[in-house]
């Protein structure tokens, strides 16, 4: 088939929609938006199904594979919670 899916997962990335939304800037610092663009271009040209462009959510990822997601949910609830 011509078509194919795949999932991004880039985390925070540095826009001005904290800014704008009035947010804190807590948990992970974002990467920036070029830095973004030019992973996601990236893992499309090699086919990947699922693309983590910075390191943060490349560790993420490997985390999830061996923490259960109980702690997992429970880390990212904590995280969510501190942010306004």
Known sequence: SKVS???LCPGP???EFGEVAQATKNGLP??????????ALRGIQR????????????????LLKIV?????LAISYRVQQTKN
């Open 5 to 7: 899916v795949l999932a």
């Open 13 to 15: 990335v540095a826009t």
């Open 30 to 39: 974002g990467i920036e938006a070029n830095q973004c663009v030019r992973e």
């Open 47 to 62: 086919r990947k199904d699922v693309i983590a462009p910075s390191f943060a959510m490349k560790f993420m990822r490997f």
């Open 68 to 72: 259960p997601t109980k702690w997992v």
